[in-house]
C-alpha cells in the first residue's frame, strides 16, 4: 500500500538512511545541483569539490554554438540524477528522515508569533485553545525554468552630421543570429536582461524625406496657406501690442508711437523670423539621415510552476508552497530537459512528466539555452485546534517553519480608533 512521504512510520536504519539521502541530495551534473537553505550543512566530499572545479563558469563553452552557426546542441546531453530509494507511489519513508517533528510548545509559539505580527488579534486560542489533530501533509513542487535568448532588428535613423560610414562597402552585413554577444551574456536563469547592439556594415545614407533634402521646411506660421514646396519671404504678422495702429493710445487722449513695432504696425514672425524657412527638426538642417539595423536582444527566464497537495493542504496557495523551503529530490540542467525517473515511484514520474508537459511557449523570434528542471517536497504540518464546538486550522509549512492561516481565526477585533484601519493614514 502507498504511503506518504512524511508518514509517521519510522524506519530501523534511521542512521544508515540519513547517510544515503545526505549523498543524494548533490547527486548529479556538477555545477548544476542548486543547493536550498534546507540542504545547508551537508558535507561535500573533496571530489565533488574537483568535478565542481570543472564547471566554475556559469554555463559552459559550448553553450554558445548554436548561436553562431555550429551545430545545435545535443538534446540527450543531460545531467543523470540518482532517483531511487523511494518506496510506492506519492513518497516513501525515506524522506521521514526530513518530517517535521514539533511538540505541542513548539506549535503554540509558533502560533503566537503568527498572531502578534497581525494588529488585533488576540492570542488566547492559540495559548488555551486544544490542539485535536495534527497532520502530516504531501506537497511537492516541481519547477521547469526554460532561459531563452529572443533577437529582433529594428531600423533607426538619426541625422547624418558627418563622419564614416559603416556599409556594406566595408563587408557583408551580419544576420542577427550571427553577432557574437558572449561578452554580455548574462548568468544563467535570470529574470530578465536586456542589450542593444548595432549589426555591423547596416548603415546608409539617405536624403531626408522631411525636407526633400534641404534642411529647411516651410514656416508652419507665416506660410501656413502656401502650396506645398513654396513660401514666401518677408512675410510679417499684425503687432499684438498696437494691433496694427503703430501708436498706442492713452487715457489723456495723447498718443506714443509702439516701441514693439517701433510705429509699424507689423512684426517678422516669431517663428522663422520672416525667412519663410525653418530648420529641419527632423534631419537638424543637414538634409540627409543615417540610417542603420540594431539587434535588440532580451534574455529572460520562462518558469513552469506545479504544486501536487494532498486533500489536507490543498487550500493553501501555490505560491505559499513555492516560497518555503524543503528538499529537492532531482535538479536536472540540460538543453532541454526531460522527465526525471524515479526507480520506484510511478507518481514522481508522472509528476515530473506534468511538469515538462506544461513547458512555457517560446516566441518564433527565440531559442532555448537552457532549461532546469526540479522537483522538491516540502513538509506541512496542518494543526486543528478545539474549543468546545469551535474549530479552526493552520498550517506550518517548510523547514522555515512558515505558519499560514487562511480565512478564520477565533480572536479577532477591532476597535473605532485601531491604527490597522485602511481609512486611517497616520
Same mark, same amino acid.
Given at each position: 500500500?502507498?504511503?506518504?512521504?512524511?508518514?509517521?512510520?519510522?524506519?530501523?536504519?534511521?542512521?544508515?538512511?540519513?547517510?544515503?539521502?545526505?549523498?543524494?541530495?548533490?547527486?548529479?551534473?556538477?555545477?548544476?545541483?542548486?543547493?536550498?537553505?534546507?540542504?545547508?550543512?551537508?558535507?561535500?566530499?573533496?571530489?565533488?569539490?574537483?568535478?565542481?572545479?570543472?564547471?566554475?563558469?556559469?554555463?559552459?563553452?559550448?553553450?554558445?554554438?548554436?548561436?553562431?552557426?555550429?551545430?545545435?546542441?545535443?538534446?540527450?546531453?543531460?545531467?543523470?540524477?540518482?532517483?531511487?530509494?523511494?518506496?510506492?507511489?506519492?513518497?516513501?519513508?525515506?524522506?521521514?528522515?526530513?518530517?517535521?517533528?514539533?511538540?505541542?510548545?513548539?506549535?503554540?509559539?509558533?502560533?503566537?508569533?503568527?498572531?502578534?505580527?497581525?494588529?488585533?488579534?488576540?492570542?488566547?486560542?492559540?495559548?488555551?485553545?486544544?490542539?485535536?489533530?495534527?497532520?502530516?501533509?504531501?506537497?511537492?513542487?516541481?519547477?521547469?525554468?526554460?532561459?531563452?535568448?529572443?533577437?529582433?532588428?529594428?531600423?533607426?535613423?538619426?541625422?547624418?552630421?558627418?563622419?564614416?560610414?559603416?556599409?556594406?562597402?566595408?563587408?557583408?552585413?551580419?544576420?542577427?543570429?550571427?553577432?557574437?554577444?558572449?561578452?554580455?551574456?548574462?548568468?544563467?536563469?535570470?529574470?530578465?536582461?536586456?542589450?542593444?547592439?548595432?549589426?555591423?556594415?547596416?548603415?546608409?545614407?539617405?536624403?531626408?524625406?522631411?525636407?526633400?533634402?534641404?534642411?529647411?521646411?516651410?514656416?508652419?506660421?507665416?506660410?501656413?496657406?502656401?502650396?506645398?514646396?513654396?513660401?514666401?519671404?518677408?512675410?510679417?504678422?499684425?503687432?499684438?501690442?498696437?494691433?496694427?495702429?503703430?501708436?498706442?493710445?492713452?487715457?489723456?487722449?495723447?498718443?506714443?508711437?509702439?516701441?514693439?513695432?517701433?510705429?509699424?504696425?507689423?512684426?517678422?514672425?516669431?517663428?522663422?523670423?520672416?525667412?519663410?524657412?525653418?530648420?529641419?527638426?527632423?534631419?537638424?538642417?543637414?538634409?540627409?539621415?543615417?540610417?542603420?539595423?540594431?539587434?535588440?536582444?532580451?534574455?529572460?527566464?520562462?518558469?513552469?510552476?506545479?504544486?501536487?497537495?494532498?486533500?489536507?493542504?490543498?487550500?493553501?496557495?501555490?505560491?505559499?508552497?513555492?516560497?518555503?523551503?524543503?528538499?529537492?529530490?532531482?535538479?536536472?540542467?540540460?538543453?532541454?530537459?526531460?522527465?526525471?525517473?524515479?526507480?520506484?515511484?510511478?507518481?514522481?514520474?508522472?509528476?515530473?512528466?506534468?511538469?515538462?508537459?506544461?513547458?512555457?511557449?517560446?516566441? !518564433?523570434?527565440?531559442?532555448?539555452?537552457?532549461?532546469? !528542471?526540479?522537483?522538491?517536497?516540502?513538509?506541512?504540518?496542518?494543526?486543528?485546534?478545539?474549543?468546545?464546538?469551535?474549530?479552526?486550522?493552520?498550517?506550518?509549512?517548510?523547514?522555515?517553519?512558515?505558519?499560514?492561516?487562511?480565512?478564520?481565526?477565533?480572536?479577532?477585533?477591532?476597535?473605532?480608533?485601531?491604527?490597522?484601519?485602511?481609512?486611517?493614514?497616520?
Amino acid at each position: 500500500m502507498e504511503q506518504p512521504l512524511l508518514s509517521e512510520q519510522r524506519s530501523e536504519s534511521g542512521d544508515k538512511l540519513s547517510e544515503n539521502w545526505s549523498s543524494y541530495q548533490y547527486v548529479g551534473r556538477a555545477g548544476s545541483v542548486i543547493p536550498t537553505a534546507a540542504l545547508a550543512g551537508t558535507e561535500v566530499s573533496v571530489e565533488e569539490i574537483r568535478s565542481a572545479a570543472a564547471y566554475s563558469e556559469h554555463y559552459p563553452p559550448s553553450l554558445h554554438s548554436g548561436l553562431v552557426g555550429s551545430p545545435e546542441p545535443d538534446l540527450d546531453e543531460q545531467a543523470v540524477v540518482y532517483q531511487g530509494g523511494y518506496g510506492g507511489g506519492p513518497g516513501s519513508t525515506t524522506s521521514e528522515l526530513h518530517r517535521q517533528t514539533l511538540d505541542e510548545i513548539e506549535i503554540r509559539e509558533l502560533l503566537i508569533d503568527h498572531v502578534g505580527h497581525r494588529c488585533c488579534w488576540g492570542s488566547r486560542p492559540a495559548r488555551t485553545w486544544k490542539i485535536q489533530k495534527v497532520e502530516d501533509c504531501n506537497v511537492y513542487v516541481g519547477t521547469l525554468d526554460t532561459f531563452i535568448e529572443e533577437r529582433e532588428t529594428v531600423r533607426e535613423t538619426e541625422p547624418y552630421l558627418g563622419g564614416s560610414i559603416d556599409g556594406r562597402d566595408k563587408g557583408p552585413e551580419l544576420g542577427i543570429w550571427e553577432l557574437d554577444l558572449k561578452s554580455q551574456f548574462p548568468v544563467l536563469f535570470i529574470p530578465h536582461k536586456e542589450s542593444r547592439e548595432i549589426i555591423p556594415h547596416s548603415e546608409s545614407i539617405a536624403k531626408c524625406s522631411g525636407c526633400a533634402g534641404r534642411g529647411d521646411t516651410v514656416c508652419p506660421s507665416c506660410n501656413a496657406n502656401q502650396e506645398p514646396g513654396f513660401y514666401k519671404e518677408n512675410q510679417m504678422a499684425q503687432c499684438s501690442a498696437c494691433h496694427g495702429r503703430g501708436l498706442l493710445a492713452h487715457k489723456d487722449g495723447s498718443d506714443s508711437i509702439c516701441v514693439t513695432c517701433n510705429g509699424k504696425g507689423q512684426i517678422p514672425c516669431a517663428t522663422c523670423g520672416s525667412r519663410g524657412l525653418i530648420k529641419c527638426l527632423t534631419c537638424k538642417g543637414s538634409g540627409s539621415l543615417r540610417s542603420r539595423n540594431v539587434a535588440l536582444v532580451r534574455w529572460k527566464t520562462l518558469p513552469t510552476r506545479k504544486v501536487s497537495a494532498t486533500s489536507g493542504a490543498a487550500s493553501v496557495p501555490d505560491d505559499v508552497f513555492h516560497r518555503a523551503q524543503g528538499v529537492q529530490l532531482c535538479n536536472t540542467q540540460a538543453y532541454q530537459c526531460t522527465p526525471a525517473f524515479f526507480a520506484d515511484s510511478y507518481f514522481l514520474n508522472k509528476f515530473s512528466s506534468e511538469v515538462i508537459a506544461d513547458r512555457a511557449p517560446v516566441p !518564433h523570434s527565440a531559442r532555448v539555452i537552457s532549461e532546469r !528542471h526540479t522537483i522538491s517536497v516540502v513538509p506541512v504540518t496542518r494543526v486543528t485546534m478545539a474549543h468546545r464546538s469551535r474549530l479552526f486550522s493552520f498550517y506550518i509549512i517548510g523547514f522555515s517553519r512558515e505558519v499560514y492561516l487562511k480565512d478564520y481565526y477565533p480572536s479577532r477585533f477591532c476597535w473605532v480608533l485601531c491604527p490597522c484601519l485602511e481609512w486611517l493614514k497616520l
